[in-house]
Structures are given as C-alpha cells and as structure tokens.
C-alpha cells in the first residue's frame, strides 16, 4: 500500500524530561522518525518540554515546540498549527497518554485530526489492565491469574485456583510494603491479613508467582496490511521479578530451542494481529524454565527503551520504519537501509552476541536501595557486540565507567564463602560479580541456579571467564593463551594484572610479538547473506578484519560520552551529534565511538563510521590502530571524552580544539590558582587537602562553612557543605571510601548568586550566546538548579565583569571550542567557582533559547575558523526576546531511600523548559512541564531548619494569600505564627496523631517545603518526611529559593499560554 | 585436535576438530538460522553439503532428540564458530557433539564463520573439505574438490518401501503434549500419498495432525503405483541436490499432474513440478539458507516470513504463463517462491510451510492443500 493521501501535516509528541524509565531512547526514536517524515515530504510539528534533546531541533522538525506536555498545551498547539495526524507512539507513556486524552475527550474529532500509527481502540486493548486481560482470552494467551480481593477467605480461595506461591500486593501501600510471596496457605493468611490491614482501601490484589521464570521479549513490527516481523527477541539473564530496565539482557535469546523460540514469536505475532497494530510493538513474556508455559507479562504499543536496543542490536531501524508505516507503506515497500538491497519485511540474523547492562545511579545516592525489583532503578544502559557471549559481557563491563575491567569486583575475594552464599541472595547491581566469586569458590552450578535460578548456561559462561582469570594466573604466558584471552575480551590491563607484567609489557608482547590485534565486523541485520552498506561496526579478536580504512578526507574521531548517568545526560549526545554534523559539513570524515543503544549518536547514518565499543584506552586504541584518524574531539562527549584525552594523545591522535594541558589546567588548582592570579580574578579562598587532619585545619583556617569535594569528578559528585569539623570528618570519610590520585579540595562556601555562561572561543574572540542566573543560591548543583535565560538580576555592570573574566579566562587557558563557567555573585563581587573547559549541561538549552548554534561554532573554531567571521558576532550576544526558563527534574520515587535534599551532589535525571515573553510565565510554563501542577487541595506542610525560619515567614506568608492552608511542625509553627501566620501545629513522624505521615496519607497536601539540617544521618526525621511525601506524590522542595519561585509562578497563574516555535527564533 | 577447512579456491581455515575425526569433502553452504541446529542436521535436504552456521554459538539447548526432522543426521561436515560445552535447557538429553560423534559427522569450530560466509557469498556456493590431517597437500586437495559434485543425493534419503501413518498414530511433539493438541477433530479423513524425496519429518506430521492418512512412497515409485492407490492428494517433498537430475521422477511427477490428484509440493518437490511441466530450474549463487525471508503471496498481497533451503530456484522467464502463474515471490531478491498451476489443483512453494526450524506463519497452506482434496469431492 502506498503513501496515504491525506497525510501531510503530522504533530510528533515527544516524551518530555528523562526520567528513570524514560530517557534518551526517546529522542532517539523521536529523532529519527521526525527524519523519516521529513524524508516523505511531510511538515512535522514537535512538541517536547526537553530543551537537551536532538529531536527539538529545528532541523528536525519544521516547528518546534519545547512546552509543557499537558493535554491543554497540545490542544493548543493543535488549534494554532492545524495538523491532519498525529503520531502518539514515538514519546513513550507520556505521549500515548495525552493522545489518548486527547482522543476520548472527542478533541481530536472536533478539530478532524487522526492518530497515526495505532488507534486508541489499539491503545485501550494493551494498556488497560481488563481489556489487556479480556483480549488476550479471546485469542488464548495466558496471562499471570490475578484477583483483587478484600477478605482473607477471597484470598485462600482464589490462590487455591491458581496455586501457590502466590503474590500479596496489598492496594496504596508505600513501596508495596505489607506486600510479600506465600508459598503456602498459612502464609498468605497471615501476609493477607496484614496486608488488607495496611491498606488504605482494604484491597490486596493476589496473584500467580513466576518469579524466576525466563523473562524473554520480542520487538514486532506489524503494517497496515497485516504483514508482521519480528525485529528480535531477547533474554533477560536475570529471570521474572527484576525490572527488563534493571535487567543484564542477551540478544537473541541463549537457551530457548527453537520450540520455544518459535511458540513465543507465533504468540508475539498473534498478539501484535489481535491488537491491531501498526507500527512497533514489545511483547514481554515469562517463560517456565522446565516446561512451555508462558505467560504475556505486559505488551507497550509504541516504541520503547526495549525497542531502541533492539534497532542497535539488529541494525534495524525500528522508529524509521514505524513512521513509515504509519504514513501507510507496507514493510515490503520500503528498504532496508542498512543493506539497500533487500526490504523491511525480513527478519535480522545475527551473527554476533548483544549484552546490555544497565547503568545505575547507586554511586550517586549512597543511601538507597540497591535492591533491584520490578520498578526500575536505572538512569541508562550500555550495549556491547561481540562474537561470544563472554566478550560481549567483558565488554559490557568496562563500558559501564566503575572502573571495573573484569569479572572482579574489589572486596569479595574477602569474604568467606558463607558470606558469599548468603550474598547470592540479594538481587543487586552486583549479583553479577557474586556468581563469579561463588563460582571460584566453587559453589555448584545447581546451588548457584537454586538460589538466583540464572539459567546455567550463563553460569557456565561466567566460570569460563574465571577459568581464563585462573590461567592467566597459573600458566606461562603463550601466543595461544594470549589469544583466548583476548577472544573472552580480557583488556590488556587485566591480564596484565594477572600475570604480574606491566600493561606496556603486556601490550607489547600482544600487539609485537604475537602480533593479535582487533579485528571489526560490520552488523548488517543479515549475518553477511547480503553485502551491507552501513559503516556499523563492532571489534572481536582471532578473526577476519572486514573495516577497510581509506584516507581520501581529513579524518576525526568524536569520542561519545557512554552511558546515561545523573550528571552525564543527554546534554552530551546532543554536543557530540551536532559535533559530527557540523565536521562532516566541513569536509571531513567523521567516526564516533559510544557504546549506548538510547542515542542519536549511535545511529549508524549520522557519523561516517559509527564504532560500538567500550570507551577505554585500550578500545579506542585498537580502533586508531586501523582508522588512523587526524585528530579526535573529546570536548563534547563529556568526562567520559575528556578522560581518554591523555591515552589518545600518547597514541599519537592530535587533540582538536583546546589542548590537554589547557584541560589539565583548570582541573588542577594550583596551575588554576596561578591563572586566576595572573587575570586578577577572585574565586572563593580555598586548599588543597589530602587527609581529614589537613581538611579539617584547612576547613578553620577559611571559616564554615566550607565546601569539601574530590577534583576531577562529575556533576559534584561527593561535594558537601560542611558547617562542623564533624561533618568534615563524615565527608572525609566518604570521598576516600574510594582511592583518591587527586587532592580534595576545600573552599569557602559563599551563598550568593550563582551564574553560568557557556561560550565559544578561538584564542582571540569569545561569543557568549547569554548568561543564566541561578534561582537556587549558591550550595545547590549547577545541574540542580533553576536556570534563568537572560539573567534577571544581575545589571549591567556585575554582566560586563563577568563577560570580562571569561574573555580573560578563555585565553589564558588558551580555549580552542567550548568553555563552561561557573560564577558566584556575592555582595557585588564576582567569583570564579568553577572553570570546565569543555561543553557543558547548559549547552543544547542556551543555544535553542537563543538561537545560536554553539556546538557548529565550536566545531568549525576547532577546525580553525575564526569566530569574529562565523557571522553571530563577539562579545556578549545580544538578549534574545524570551526569557528560558530550565527545570530540574527528578526521579526520587524510583530510588526507595535516596535523600532528596538538594545540595552541591547532583541529582537530577532531567530538565524541562518554560519558555515565554515574560518571566512569570516562564517560570509558570517550566514547573508545569516538570510536572507540578498546583494548587490541587491547597493544603501544606513546612518544616524548615532553624537557619530557614526567619525566611519561611515570607514564603509561608505568599502561599497563605494564595488560599493555603499551612501546616508546620512544632518550631516551625512557632515562628511563623509569632509572625502573623495561622500556621497549625503538627507532631512530626512519631507523634501522636495528628502527626505529618496522617497528613500525607490523607492525600491532601500539595506541598512539602523541607529544607533538610546537615548530615547524612537517615534516621532524622526530615528525611522520613521527604521519602514518604515522595512515594506519596506530593511536590517536595527542599530549598527556599525553589518555593519562593513556585510561589512566584501560582501568583502569576494564567490559563492560556503563549506558545513558541523556537524554528522561528 | 586441529582441524582445517580448505575451499576450492584455495582458502584455508584453521579450527578445533568436533564430532568424528575423519576427512569430507563437500560442497559448503550457509545457513542463518540462529535457533533449530538439530533440524538442520536432520534435514535430508542438506545431503551432499557440510553447514556453516552463521549464528556463532551453537549448542546451546542441547539435543532434543523428539525434535529431529528424520531419523539421521544428514549434512557431510559441520562448520561453526563456537560449540557450547554446557548445552541447557530442560529437555535436552544430549549434547550436539555426542550427535556430531554417534552418527560420524566430522567438523569444524572455532573458525571466523563470518569470513567463510562473506566468501561464499561472494564466490558462490564451492566445495571444500574438512579434515584433521595438518599434512594436506594442498595442490592434490584443491584437485580432488574441483571434481567433486554432489550426484544422487534423492536415492540416499528417500525411504526404502512405503509406509502409512494414520491420524491413529499421531504423536504429538513435545509442545503438542504440553498444550494437548492432537488430530484436528471432525477432520476428514483424506487419503495423502506423499512422495519422500527426502522428507522432513513435520511434512507429514502437519498432514496427520490435519487429519490425513500419509501413505509415504519412496522417490521412485511410479505414478501408476500411486494412482493405483487412488490418493486424494499427493504431497511432493522437499529434498537435496539438482533437480534436473532427477529425470525418472520429473516424468512420474508429469503423470501425477495430468491425472487431475490435487498436488502439494514442497522445495524440491516444487522445482521437479517445474521441471515436469517444462519449466527450468538453474543453480543460485548462494541459495537461500534461514528462517527470516520473506515471501510474499502476490494474489493477496501479504508478506510471510518463512523457512528456506534451496540452492536451485525455478527461473521465471521459463514459465509458460498459460500452464501456470508465479503466486509467491521472494520479496528480497524477487525469485520465484511458488507457483500456481492452470486449470489444475497443483500449488507449489519453494518455501518451507512446514518450518522446523523456523516461523510457522505459511503453515496455513496445509489447510489449503485439505481444502483442495475437498473440493476434489
């Protein structure tokens, strides 16, 4: 079937701030299907409220709307731009929601606009849980059995239809406490008791256990005519009861025969028919281990984070051909890129391994849970290929950046063997590494399996790599034993390590003497039955290297930025994608090395070569050795980039753009003390420490409070505000949990205004596209913080200072690119915090906002361009319009007992944008789109540190005008009612009712202002309050700053919002 | 012990010996299949050829004996990449090497599959011999593989006197069992002759379960033997080597196709009634060897994703439009993947409705072949 006619104008709705659950995969799909419309001559309209992503761009879509995701915010958009469809499956749950709403309201009909690409019969049928049900009995696909009951008799009934062990999830429980797994009667009386006790409702939904099945999932594709593919299926290596996003998963599936291979996808396609599909679809199963039972866990009618690793897995690119198909084509009718021969109507063959491994934020929030369960916990994934499982796993593992390069994880070879056993019960971000240590130790195989029912196939696939640990350790080091090494994936420097040589000894018996070196194998969704055109490659060793390196272009490498992380979003997807567009307009070759399968950067028709490999020294090398590239560009691929700058240089691989020592140098605080000196620009008193003795003296000498941090790291990771000598001891202790090479630092903290300017330089000229003030004051991370685009507040004079000392800044470090500047602006005087010569968070926003192209202008002032001559002038730009307004977005609910206390450590997974004329509806527009939508009951809670309390007066007394009912603990209602506020009294936790937890449970509160004491200690009550408003879903603001902003943007409430085509800024 | 691959063309790998220790020469050919290994080795269409695997692990799930397509392993030589030493799943009774072992077929692992696969791709399809003996003198062996040809392949698979199995005698498969499938009820029981060029065993399986009671005859029986018996169908199979070898049958087949008895015919099956009709079959580069490609029905216009293994294919110039019409063409390289004949209950499929391994989405022709003998009534 061809193109359908009355398709030109399609609105594509984008998936709004990354949180854990939904993140980079979506500008991926999004990016790409907005391509393949353009592609088809359609006019797209965008709507997004994520400012970082690519698909926001204005070469993506003609116009481009970064606004609040709200129902009423497309409407509107929907009566001013007139489109005929819209294509609701590409913006994960949040899009196919607002479509759906949009639909059932009769808007859509009203204004003669069609979803595209399924229907919302389509979308009931899969996403409500009855229907789901219902469908799937109508075509004889067995679900999980589940009934909600509300006696205990209804429970021993039912389970005794089902069979035990069953699962107890009492309704409207925090965290699905009182919940739990019977495997008998007596126990799930008294599990079911308890549970109904605890639950608000009086419900407990009961439900069939297969936990411990193989959890297994295939990507379908299915068009209009009814032609469906599997694109391929996969297996999670951790069974039934761990999230698929917490998942270590395999593709294609290890250990299913092709019986169950076979049953599983006629079900997937059975499925995918009944519901009427068209377009991409995941299909989720649990498969018993011992016989051919299954059951459909769950089926998402759209693209997802599943269906994004399976294009990069196959090659196959799955949101192109889904926009396609939602234009009408059938999968017969349009090619298949990646061979250009043949059609999308196939199924990839691989000839190849795919691991991924998820990436967690537990190194951030020290506090919470590691335990892995069905809600998901992870902020990105990594993807390895290679021709063996084990290697593909090798891989897999550095490619995480935990400075882990094996199957040994420090600190288990010292627990005993009981330790281990009873370690192998926890399901955590580290089972992985126990089975490996269980496995020395020699506990069977069966044990192993008993307790964690990982399949043995993968067991035995981990003890092959121990094996290996074992020779390298045991036997003469020999061309053979080199080489099975190397084909299991062992870096260099691990078997180094083993066999007690150097790493440049190592290499060089490999490299030298053996002469093995890494061959590339090209994925072309066919398993080389077709010649493929995609420059899509992945490195194995002992084989055939098919990558022909030619040398007709000047040739760069882009150095991606791996794995989506809090405080390496993708912010740096964006630089390094606009990095390569911009070199390749420039004539040169470009190859990016990632190793992500969310990103637009691993797409293999962006950059001229796209290499899928961990970005280590050692991979990166192996990639030079062949490619031989005429520079490398690591200033947009964010720490990960920067860290490898050494290693490439000592390849002899020119660093484009700002030198090594330039980097070095704004990282190392003497030789950035002497610089600061030179340009006579003041910064915050500071030292340099090593021990506790040395930070505490230092932390005296400068006066509390102080700011303690580790150098070189990552959106502040480990940085704490220290008001005692006792909380220098406690920070102290925490950053050298793990070996510090560099010194820590500690500074004088100065609460004042904190500003941010990002800016391109050439060694002469700067251009700074706008400054951004902070909200919050100085103490909360850069990346945490409300960022106001033009600065509000800071006149004319404190802006030429800071446009002076970055201008002086940029040339002392001799900045070739990209540099990012932190300042504090205090009693006046401006400070210098923090210099990164590179690009920074803030850099796809600034340049969306007004306009500039910074990431283009770096690439081409590193290519030797001059930036008085790229035509957006010098100096400070000119303010744009629009005041841009950049929200934090979190993701605490997902992290059971993270601290949500905002503080110099970075925690925030996303951003959004509010964008207006004026900078009340901006404000207004930006805590929309992160999802606060106020006022609901009017009803809140404050309880604030004793510092807070004479500012809380203010705030409490705003939100009292607005009609606010106040509640504050016992000294915090004191205060403000000694100053006119009717604030009522409340105990905290423990109290008798009327307590805060009655409070929140009421479901009444709006709001929780709580801004936290000092410390880490999680016993304090403060904590509780915000853990449970949290999995409560009441809004928390632990700064005042942040709730005299919020306050700010209800005062200035207004009902129909102006709407911007940023295309036209 | 080492073990060496040497192709026509001179290339030699050097890999681990699996399964017995001996020397073959055969013709190489690839398949992309990344689960069903054990229906590989026990399809008799492979015959004449030793089997690269392209999908690199292979083992994985063991052996599951209930899951052979005949009751031998066919293929002269294996070729793969990596064999699994821990086969697991849960009815896996044995591991591929012990099968590799118990039924004397030599190997090869822990060659660069890919690279063997790009040159047959390349080069075409090439003979080539397996062999642990490390003092091969090259020049002899590339000699000795130009002359091989693969000859005579259909006598050495096809039974040795016919045998019926009757809806009776269903045996379920091991999922049959677990989801208590068995003959189709209130089917009709039709008589099926199905000529066993080389049959897979699920051929004949998807008939009984329908119903049918599938008389199999050896590939030399006459079409007067088989008429004799007044079937009402006939079931051509699939099979190994050149069909244009097979001229006794081609001429038996034309009989069948006069005499009015609806045909299904399956692969070879498919070429010989080409053939039998006039019709010219010609060597593939490559063939087509998997489970993922596409045919699409041109009368509907559907797409299916089906299991192949041919190396000849009917060329579509030599069809007599007025004896028959192409209905399925490969939707990659637009060969003929089946054809439907005039004026007669005969369709033929390249194409293996009967998968094993593979998706089962063209089983459906089965029912077609019922309806046929239904309206034959």
Known sequence: MPKREDIKKVLVIGSGPIVIGQAAEFDYAGTQACRSLKEEGMTVVLVNSNPATIMTDKDIADMVYIEPLTPEVVKQIIIEEKPDSILPTLGGQAALNIAMELEECG???????????????TIKKAEDRLEFKKTMEKIGEPCAPSEIVTTVEAAVAFAGTIGYPVVIRPAYTLGGSGGGIAQDEEQLRTICENGLRLSRVGQCLIERCIAGWKEIEYEVMRDSAGNCITVCNMENIDPVGVHTGDSIVVAPSQTLSDKEYQMLRTSALNIITELNITGGCNVQYALHPDTFEYCVIEVNPRVSRSSALASKATGYPIAKVSAKIALGYTLDEIPNAVTGKTVASFEPALDYVVVKIPKWPFDKFIMAKRTLTTQMKATGEVMSICTSF???????????????????????????????????????????????????????????????????????????????????????????????????????????ELTGKTLKETKQLRKEVYGIHAAYKTVDTCAAEFEAETPYYYSCFASENEVEAKHERKKVMVLGSGPIRIGQGIEFDFCSVHSVWSLKRSGYETIIVNNNPETVSTDFDIADKLYFEPLTPEDVENIVDLEKPDGAVVQFGGQTAIKLTEALLKMGVPILG???????????????????????????????????????????????????????????AGMQIAISDSDVREFMAVINRNVQEHPILVDKYLMGKEVEVDA??????????????????????????????????????????????????????????????????????????????RSSRTVPYISKVTGIPIVDLASRVILGEKVKNLGFGTGLAPEAGYIAIKMPVFSFEKLRGADIGLGPEMKSTGECLGIAKTFNEALYKAFLGAGIKLPKHKKMIITVKDADKPEAVGVAKRFEALGYEIYATRSTAQILQNNGVKAIPVHKLDGESPNVMDLLLSHEIDLVIDTPTQGRDKSRDGFLIRRVSIETGVTVLTSLDTANALVTSLENRQNALTLVDIAKL | MKAFLILEDGTVFEGTSIGSAGEVISEIVFNTSMTGYLEVLTDPSYAGQAVVMTYPLIGNYGICYSDMESAKVWPDGYIVRELSRLPSNFRSQAGIEDVLKAKDIPGICGIDTRALTRILRERGTMNGMITTNADYDLQKVLKQLKEYRVTGVVKKVTCEKKHTTRPEDFIPTDLEKAKQIGVSEGAKRYNVALMDFGSKKNIEHCLVKRGCEVTVYPAYTTA???????????????????????????????????SGVPIFAICLGHQLTALANGFQTAKMKYGHRGANHPVKDLESGRVYISSQNHGYVVMEDSIDPAVAKVSFINANDHTVEGLRYLNKKVLTVQFHPEACAGPQDSEFLFDEFIKMMEVQE
């Not at chain 1, 400068?702 to 959106?715: E, F, I, Q, T």
């Not at chain 1, 050439?762 to 945490?784: K, N, Q, T, Y």
Request: proline share 4%.
């Open chain 1, 107 to 121: 808007f859509l009909k009203e204004q003669n606009v069609k979803l595209i690409g399924t229907t919302a019969l």
């Open chain 1, 760 to 837: 391109v330089c050439d060694g002469e000229d700067i251009l700074i596209p706008g400054i951004m003030e902070h909200v919050e004051r100085a103490g909360i991370h850069s990346g945490d913080s409300i960022s106001v685009y033009p600065a509000q507040s800071l006149g004319e004079h404190v802006e030429e200072v800071i446009v002076d000392y970055t201008r002086k800044l940029a040339k002392a470090l001799d900045v070739i690119g990209l540099i990012n500047i932190q300042f504090i602006v205090y009693k006046g005087e401006v400070y210098v915090i923090e210099v990164n010569p």
């Open chain 1, 658 to 716: 700002t030198s090594a020592e330039n980097v070095d140098a704004a990282e190392d605080r003497e030789l950035f003390d002497e610089i600061l000196e030179k340009c006579r620009i003041p910064r915050p008193a500071g030292k340099t420490v090593f021990t506790t003795e040395e930070a505490i003296a230092a932390a005296n000498e400068l006066g509390y409070p102080v700011l303690v941090r580790p150098s070189y790291v990552l959106g502040g």
């Open chain 1, 390 to 496: 084990e290697g593909a796993l090798m891989k897999a593992i550095r490619s995480l950046e935990q400075n882990l390069y094996s199957m040994r994880l420090p600190g288990l070879a010292e627990n005993s063997t009981e330790e281990i056993r009873e370690k192998l019960h926890r399901i955590d971000d580290r089972r992985i590494f126990v089975i490996a240590e269980a496995i020395r130790r020699g506990i069977s195989y069966e044990e192993i399996h008993d307790i964690t029912k990982i399949d043995t196939w993968f067991l035995d696939k981990i003890a092959v790599l121990t094996e290996m640990e074992e020779r390298l350790k045991s036997e003469p080091m020999t061309k053979k034993l080199m080489l099975d090494a190397k084909r299991l994936e062992f870096p260099d420097r691990v078997i180094a």
């Open chain 2, 224 to 258: 007067e033997e088989i008429l004799k018996d007044a079937p009402d169908g006939v079931m051509l199979s699939n099979g190994p080597g050149d069909p244009a070898e097979c001229v006794e049958i081609i001429a038996e087949i034309k009989k069948l196709c006069d």
